[in-house]
């Protein structure tokens, strides 16, 4: 689940950054801006779907990211695009919120770009990648327990459960285990000594992808709980975007994608009753899809940018009726093992 969000950012720290953004051009088609209007990219990251969107159009953006990092590097931005910009830490889940204390009660579209960025996996010191040695952190804010306070101190029992649903690793349980032997003897701290207890658990995988694949991605989407903040990030955009306003979402993995199609074609699902039956209330939908089937990358936008490979895009156009509360199981996120017992260090 890996994002691909920016573009080179002249004068952030340690020069242009390498980033590129992902389905560019098919999230631009979908979100489709216009001069004089307001949007919202829900994941900043190293800008690169906010600028795109600003130079389509004269228009204005409010953009959101939990990451501080990213944050301050956009802030080259705002200059770039004088009073056209704003820029907000936060978290995408309360987007709507977000728009109307920024002056916008209702936006013409939104982009949400869902996973962890490419700066993110490229920074050792953030702890997201066993490809880098670096503290066992992986958390996009500063807040709440990091990876290593849940491999830690979590259960093995929770542990092995977590690993299987948000890893979808089949070997969870001797994952668990081998967690369990290794921080009875030295607390585990570093994503290179994680990688290798992972490793030895699970063996050379068939697919080629290094072993402590599943459980790395398990661990991150758990401490920045993304499933949830996806759930509620799409009713977020449902509640703030205008009658023909378009909603463009991008993921990088089943589980995401999965939320993404269900809550979209839930939503825009037309529902009739039986003539058998007593007249029964029927919700309107609240979105038309642009597209039945995601948008996926081209050969050649994989071979420039490898990440691209597992990104779909799903987009849709807001109707008039009014937005509804979400069911989140029925969305797919899964319920937990809670955080009892793993506090911030």
Avoid: W
């Amino acid at each position: 689940m890996m994002a691909g969000r920016g573009i080179p950012l002249e004068g952030t720290a340690g020069g242009p950054a390498r980033h590129i953004p992902v389905l560019l051009a098919p999230v631009l088609e979908a979100v489709s801006p216009r001069d004089g209007g307001v949007y919202v990219d829900g994941t900043l990251g190293a800008g690169g779907y906010t600028s795109a969107i600003l130079d389509a159009a004269d228009c204005r953006v409010i953009a959101i990211d939990r990451d501080p990092v990213a944050i301050a590097a956009g802030r080259t931005l705002v200059d770039r695009y004088p009073g056209r910009l704003t820029i907000v830490e936060g978290r995408f889940s309360g987007l709507d919120a977000i728009a109307r204390a920024n002056d916008a009660d209702e936006v013409d579209g939104i982009t949400l770009d869902v996973g962890v960025s490419s700066m993110q996996l490229d920074e050792a010191a953030r702890g997201f990648s066993f490809m880098q040695d670096g503290p066992l952190d992986m958390r996009m804010g500063n807040a709440g327990p990091s990876a290593a306070d849940v491999v830690n101190a979590m259960p093995e029992g929770d542990l092995a459960r977590l690993i299987f649903i948000l890893g979808e690793e089949k070997k969870s349980r001797a994952v668990a285990r081998a967690i369990g032997q290794a921080r009875n003897e030295e607390e585990i701290s570093t994503t290179g000594r994680l990688a290798e207890i992972v490793a030895r658990a699970v063996g050379n995988r068939r697919d080629g992808k290094h072993p402590a694949t599943r459980t790395f991605q398990a661990l991150r989407i758990f401490v920045n709980g993304e499933l949830s903040e996806l759930a509620e990030g799409l009713a977020a955009a449902e509640r703030i975007l205008k009658a023909g306003g378009r909603l463009a979402v991008v993921s990088f993995h089943s589980l995401e994608d999965r939320i993404v199609k269900r809550f979209l074609n839930e939503r825009s699902r037309v529902t009739h009753g039986s003539r058998h039956l007593p007249d029964m209330p029927v919700a309107a939908p609240t979105f038309r899809l642009i597209a039945r089937h995601p948008v996926t990358a081209t050969e050649e936008e994989v071979a420039a940018n490898p990440r691209a490979r597992s990104a779909r895009l799903r987009g849709a156009e807001r109707t008039d009726a009014p937005a509804r509360e979400i069911d989140p199981a029925f969305l797919g996120v899964p319920k937990l093992p809670d955080l009892s017992g793993a506090r911030p260090s």
